[in-house]
């Protein structure tokens, strides 16, 4: 009887010794095949989502105010802008507005043709157009002429607004084309005014300016008809590449 006893736990132990690692093995299979599945079903709707959310443009029709678009930017709450040739379009994600110049308010856009757009550090949104420059008044969703905020104690010296930027202290360098670079300083409300003088080499270039851009040293740099510029602050003068 001890004998028996001791074989046939003996043979239990060899089925059980059998039987387990096949039972992990075929558990492993399992988790692993519904892990995959998990990640097929998540990865799909990942998908479906992305698509179901991404905007389609079939045709101006369905939104844009004209098919050449000269800026694009987006702004700390989610809408992006495109300033076209004629208008101004602000996209939420699937639904555009429009803003053009109606000469009867004031408050409308200044021109319909758009060549540039910055997001400031005070997240106002500033438009360069054809006739002159914008501040987009968030709170009243209309705009402001540059010339006319409150506290400026000059303007503009011309309309034809080509480029913009912002530098590190916070000054908005205004591109022009015909009268060089306007400066706009937040604190004095002023412009400050850089132009080509024939007889002065260390002025800017030209007076056509098309881009200008602050790269990560804090140099300001200035694209011209005519070529390119690097600012030399402490000199308030231009070296020619």
Same mark, same amino acid.
């Given at each position: ?55 389609? !443009? ?8 004209? $098919? ?13 802008? !495109? ?38 550090? $005070? ?7 054809? $006739? ?59 412009? !400050? ?37 690097? !600012? ?10």
């Amino acid at each position: 009887m001890r004998e028996w006893i001791i074989l046939q736990f003996i043979g239990n132990e060899r089925l059980f010794g059998t039987c387990i690692p096949l039972l992990i093995r075929r558990a492993s299979r399992f988790i692993g095949k519904m892990a995959f599945l998990l990640f097929f079903l998540v990865s799909e709707s990942i998908s479906i989502l992305a698509q179901e959310k991404m905007p389609i !443009f079939q045709s101006i029709q369905q939104g844009l105010s004209h $098919q050449i678009i000269h800026t694009i930017i987006k702004d700390s709450y989610g809408y992006v802008w !495109f300033g076209t040739q004629d208008g101004l379009n602000k996209f939420d994600g699937s639904n555009f507005v429009v803003y053009e110049n109606n000469p009867k308010d004031s408050n409308s856009l200044i021109h319909n043709s758009i060549h540039a757009l910055i997001m400031d550090r $005070q997240k106002n949104l500033w438009i360069a157009t054809s $006739q002159g420059l914008n501040l987009y008044n968030r709170e009243k969703d209309n705009f402001i002429n540059a010339d006319l905020i409150k506290g400026n104690v000059n303007h503009l010296n011309t309309t034809y607004i080509s480029s913009l930027c912002q530098d590190d202290e916070g000054d908005i360098w205004i591109g022009t084309y015909g009268n060089g670079i306007n400066v706009y300083n937040y604190k004095s409300h002023r412009f !400050f005014y850089y132009t080509h003088d024939q007889e002065k080499k260390s002025s800017v270039i030209s007076q056509y300016i098309t881009c200008i851009a602050l790269d990560k040293e804090q140099n300001i740099w200035v694209g011209t008809y005519d070529g390119l510029d690097l !600012f030399d602050r402490r000199a308030k003068s231009f070296r020619h590449f």
